[in-house]
């Protein structure tokens, strides 16, 4: 038998009612089946890992300038911090607003490589933000949204607190409130992003955090934003940090 944490065990007893940010998250992991569970635990059946993989080969391919990832980053990402890497997104300086793990790999391949260029919903920018994050397997999830980043994250809570579509229901009444509770077949969680990109069992795709919001607002009859848009950055950042005390699995399985 599997041991959840203490927190998922309230929340199935229905004594944790009260919004995830008074809570102790919960990864999805735990509300996954033990058959889901193992399957993300062991490398060679986890099928998130090709798309690591794909990642890892694209790390060390040489863009137009000749540079790799490798030429700065080492041998598989070795000189990247993979604390670094779990405090994402943070506030850039240079750009004068906050970068997401993707945004600023695609700035160093389209900037520092010379491309070629990739865009933000790219197959390969999934693929390159899976190997990287993946490198900070295990890590805690720790992004800080103090200071300058504080008014994207209040950006993306009004977003996370809005209803949306004809379904008109907000993220949160979904995943702060009814986590553990079953929604046309399947356990809902508390919505974290820890486990991203994540391998989708029902259809057998890997997705990037931005992507799954998407198919909450497609199942919502909502209007999606573009990948890479300001709305979905501003939620990443809410999601990010909402998930703060959390291991990163990626890539992790999820129904
Ligand atoms: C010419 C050198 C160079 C190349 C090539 C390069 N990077 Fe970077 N990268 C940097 C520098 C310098 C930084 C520090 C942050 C900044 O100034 O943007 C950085 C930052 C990063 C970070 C964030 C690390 C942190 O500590 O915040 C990641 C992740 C990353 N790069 C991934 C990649 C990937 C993936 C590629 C290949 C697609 C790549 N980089 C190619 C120079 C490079
Ligand atoms: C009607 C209920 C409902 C609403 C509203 C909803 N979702 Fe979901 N969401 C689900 C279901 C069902 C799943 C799949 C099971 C799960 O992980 O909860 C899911 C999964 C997720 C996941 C994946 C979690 C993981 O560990 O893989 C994220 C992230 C997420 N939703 C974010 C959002 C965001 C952001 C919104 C608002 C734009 C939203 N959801 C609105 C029902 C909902």
Redesign the pocket.
């Given at each position: 038998m599997k041991i959840h944490s203490i927190a998922y065990y309230l929340l199935l007893l229905g004594l944790a009612s009260a919004p995830v940010h008074a809570q102790q998250p919960v990864?999805?992991y735990d509300?996954q089946t033990p058959e889901m569970q193992e399957m993300q635990d062991d490398d060679f059946a986890n099928p998130g890992m090709y798309t690591v993989e794909a990642g890892e080969a694209l790390f060390a391919t040489a863009g137009g300038n000749g540079k790799s990832c490798v030429s700065c980053h080492g041998e598989g990402g070795k000189q990247l911090d993979v604390k670094r890497i779990a405090a994402y997104p943070v506030y850039s300086e240079a750009q004068k607003k906050p970068v997401t793990l993707r945004g600023q790999i695609l700035s160093c391949r389209n900037e520092r490589m010379d491309g070629p260029q990739l865009q933000y919903s790219s197959e390969e920018a999934l693929q390159l933000v899976a190997f990287v994050r993946r490198l900070a397997l295990g890590e805690t999830v720790n992004v800080d949204v103090s200071g300058p980043m504080a008014p994207y994250y209040e950006a993306g809570k009004k977003?996370?607190h809005t209803r949306?579509g004809q379904?008109d229901?907000?993220?949160h009444?979904?995943?702060d409130y009814h986590a553990g509770q079953t929604?046309?077949g399947?356990?809902?969680?508390q919505?974290?992003?820890n486990?991203?990109p994540?391998y989708r069992y029902t259809d057998g795709h890997v997705v990037g955090?931005q992507g799954?919001?998407t198919e909450?607002?497609t199942?919502?009859r909502a209007e999606p934003y573009e990948l890479g848009s300001e709305e979905y950055i501003n939620?990443e950042i809410y999601?990010s940090a909402r998930s703060n005390g959390l291991k990163i699995e990626t890539p992790?399985i999820?129904?």
């Open positions: 990864s999805g509300f977003l996370f949306w379904v229901i907000a993220c009444q979904c995943h929604f046309r399947q356990t809902l969680t919505g974290q992003s486990g991203f994540v955090i799954r919001i909450c607002l199942n919502l939620l999601m992790g999820r129904y």
